[in-house]
């Protein structure tokens, strides 16, 4: 069944109230792109589960390292505790599954590659969730000292314990609102969540990286930061580096709503506008993908590409179990990794 985004109008009514049932819709793909040999970026299509993983180190390090983290959150589909009851996890099971994550791909590789992950979740629990989102900025002291003649990337130590440590990590919180059902978005590292609403984008998660403090402490624009030689030196990676903790948010569903995850690889090469433009064009989830894959190949391909659209769709009135969802991937994709 092919998915429909409303007109802008239909959208903006439905938005100002939550719709009880829902379901997700979804296509994803990555792509080598035009300047590396092998894809080290994975992504995870399930019925609630969707995750977007994008790997550094040598070849094989950094492909085992996004494969362990989308394989260690697949696990929560088989939770010992889920019933037809209670058919999602929780978000305290989310966050233990991805410190599990982190551990298996430490122990798995030593250090020698990391992760990043952005990844939402159908979820349940007490938690309310937020309808508005204000991102979080925190602006550690320490970024003076990147200077614009260095050349080297995805560099994790460079990054020490004790300056992350020294970096009290400042928070932004909104209003809780309503109570279930609720999507649980999580990211650790520079692969980001947008959210196209009532015919606006905003990007939702908060990359951690150099740039991204360099930005925030004024030191350069996001012109700058988007072809700056630390474009890929990140903060926080699972699996490598001294910090690992996920930021995480839980978002009210409305129907209408689309969510794209991605790596840098799309990202990095095309601007916000560009991204709106296309999700906007495209109402089926997998042209949408394949639009946005294609279009940061057209723009240079400079990395690997990962990218999930993701609709919240009426929930069938004849389809008893509010979890599940239609999936849809490119030719000979496996739902785990390319």
């Known amino acids: 069944m092919d998915a ?22 979804a296509a994803g793909t990555t792509d080598v792109g035009l300047r590396r040999s092998e894809n080290q970026d994975a992504i995870l299509i399930t019925p609630t589960i969707f ?18 983290a ?15 009851e209670k058919p999602l996890p929780t978000q305290e099971q989310v966050r233990k599954q991805i410190q599990l994550a982190d551990d298996r791909i430490r122990e798995a590789l030593d250090a020698r590659g990391g992760t990043t992950l952005c990844a939402l979740l159908q979820v349940r ?37 004790s300056m992350i440590r020294e970096q009290s990590a400042t928070v932004s919180r909104a209003m809780p609102v309503g109570p279930q ?14 959210r ?18 360099m930005v925030d402490a004024g030191q350069i624009t996001e012109l700058e930061a988007r072809n700056h030689p630390h474009r890929n030196l990140i903060t926080r990676a699972l699996g490598a580096g001294a910090d690992s903790q996920p930021d995480t948010m839980m978002l009210k569903a409305h129907i209408g709503d689309r969510y794209l995850l991605c790596s840098d690889g799309l ?69 785990t990794q390319d």
């Open 4 to 25: 429909h985004i409303p007109d802008n109008s239909a959208a903006q009514a439905r938005s100002e109230e939550l719709e009880a049932g829902f379901r997700l819709a």
């Open 70 to 84: 989308v394989e260690t959150l697949e696990e929560l589909i088989f939770l010992s505790d889920r019933t037809p």
């Open 125 to 161: 629990g007490s938690e309310a969730a937020r309808d508005t989102v204000t991102a979080p900025i925190s602006v550690p002291p320490w970024t003076a000292s990147f200077y614009r003649e260095q050349t080297r990337t995805d560099v994790l130590p460079q990054v020490s314990a």
């Open 267 to 335: 990202s990095g090469e095309l601007s916000e506008e560009h991204l709106h433009a296309l999700l906007e064009s495209y109402h089926d989830p997998n042209a949408a993908a394949q639009a946005l894959t294609q279009a940061a190949l057209e723009a240079g391909g400079r990395d690997n590409i990962a990218v999930i659209v993701i609709d919240v769709l009426p929930l069938l009135a004849a389809d008893p179990y509010p979890d599940t969802a239609e999936l849809s991937l490119t030719p000979e994709q496996h739902p």
């Open 51 to 68: 995750a977007v993983a994008d790997g550094m180190g040598g070849h094989e390090a950094g492909e085992l390292a996004s494969a362990l």
């Open 196 to 213: 196209l609403r009532a015919g606006s984008l905003q990007q939702l998660t908060r990359d951690h990286s150099a740039v991204q403090e």
């Open 181 to 194: 059902p609720s999507l649980l978005l999580v990211n650790v590292g520079d692969s980001r969540g947008y």
